[in-house]
Nanobody, 117 residues
């Protein structure tokens, strides 16, 4: 079992910045990909950004150029730097990882990001 503990988030004005952090702990499973999903009001959950253990990164088109994902493999921690935030970025952001040879998926509890106009 892997526990994901998120921090960051909160309320920010449009154009502002926030940083999310997520630390994985628990079993001795090797952490593979780590990333962030979000679910806005009345919307389906969507991928925001994901980074593999090798450093391969994918972003949602809507955040490219504004958000940066990074990872500290030694600490099993992933970060999401969010710049030029827009009201449409308002959502619950959930940390994600998959671990082990079977790529079992784990989720954080979610953190609210609210961007005011």
């Amino acid at each position: 079992q892997v526990q994901l503990v998120e921090s960051g988030g909160g309320l920010v004005q449009a154009g502002g910045s926030l940083r999310l952090s997520c630390a994985a702990s628990g079993s001795g499973l090797r952490i593979n990909a780590m990333g962030w999903y979000r679910q806005g009001p009345g919307k389906q959950r969507e991928l925001v950004a994901i980074i593999t253990s090798a450093g391969t990164i994918n972003y949602a088109d809507s955040v490219k150029g504004r958000f940066t994902i990074s990872r500290d493999n030694a600490k099993n921690t992933v970060y999401l730097h969010m710049n030029s935030l827009k009201p449409e970025d308002t959502a619950v952001y959930s940390c994600y990882c998959n671990a082990g040879v079977n790529r079992v998926q784990f989720w954080g509890q979610g953190t609210q990001v609210t961007v005011s106009s």
